[in-house]
């Protein structure tokens, strides 16, 4: 069965960082590309980030890059989110996403894990 | 304001059948085939319900079904169910050679 677990969200001032994990069990990690996706409260989906499957390339919306760092450590199956300089507005739920080989669908999802950026 | 225009909502009784439309530009939905929907109940994680516009993952209803024309894709739903009310989400890749998902605002489904 494939999981997808997120953890590391929390409250956090304006300006501080964050550092989001996600580890996944039941699927070959080191073969799939990875993405963040994020959810501000009563919004829609927003696409945040993803990680080629070896961790050489990443791709950002323009929204986070600068700000974010995405990367993966495939001996440990696991996928990170780094959030340094946090808005307000970076407020929402995270999800770690898998997607479908060669494709730009996600399969699978996590059940996400809150980040809020507040004074 | 979402790169993929949704309604914000669609309602129809059981049994009925349900359209509901993503519209996009030639650079996303026109572009390629890389048009998927989503459905996200409250509290919960978005579902994978149709890929490559018109596929369905294994397991999944046959009441669900994808299509596209030009710059608009459009995900039906017919035998309306009540577990069918839920949030529906269109997306689609921006520029072939990257990863970068755009997702429609999204469309709230209400069964009667």
């Known amino acids: 069965e494939v999981q997808l677990v997120e953890s590391g969200g929390g409250l956090v001032q304006p300006g501080g960082s964050l550092r989001l994990s996600c580890e996944v069990s039941?699927?070959?990690?080191?073969?799939?590309?990875m993405s963040w996706v994020r959810q501000a409260p009563g919004k829609g989906l927003e696409w945040v980030s993803a990680?080629?499957?070896?961790?050489?390339?990443?791709y950002y919306a323009d929204s986070v890059k600068g700000r974010f760092t995405i990367s993966r450590d495939n001996s440990k199956n696991t996928l990170y989110l780094q959030m340094n300089s946090l808005r307000a507005e970076d407020t929402a739920v995270y999800y770690c996403?898998?997607?479908?080989?060669?494709?730009?669908?996600?399969?699978?999802w996590g059940q996400g894990t809150l980040v809020t950026v507040s004074s | 304001q979402s790169a993929l225009t949704q309604p914000a909502s669609v309602s129809g009784s059981p049994g009925q059948s349900i359209t509901i439309s993503c519209t996009g530009t030639?650079?996303?939905?026109?572009?390629?085939?890389?048009v998927s929907w989503y459905q996200q109940h409250p509290g919960k994680a978005p579902k994978l319900m149709i890929y490559?516009?018109?596929n369905r993952p294994s397991g999944l209803s046959n009441r669900f079904s994808g299509s596209k024309s030009g710059n608009t894709a459009s995900l039906t739903i017919s035998g309306l169910q009540a577990e069918d009310e839920a949030d529906y989400y269109c997306?689609?890749?921006?520029?072939?050679?990257?990863?970068?998902?755009?997702f429609g605002g999204g469309t709230k489904l209400t069964v009667l």
């Open positions: 996403a898998k997607y479908l080989v060669h494709t730009t669908h996600l399969d699978y």
């Open positions: 039941g699927f070959i990690f080191r073969s799939f590309v």
């Open positions: 990680v080629s499957a070896s961790g050489d390339s990443t």
């Open positions: 030639s650079s996303d939905v026109g572009g390629f085939n890389y």
């Open positions: 490559f516009v018109t």
């Open positions: 997306s689609s890749n921006r520029n072939s050679s990257t990863l970068h998902v755009v």
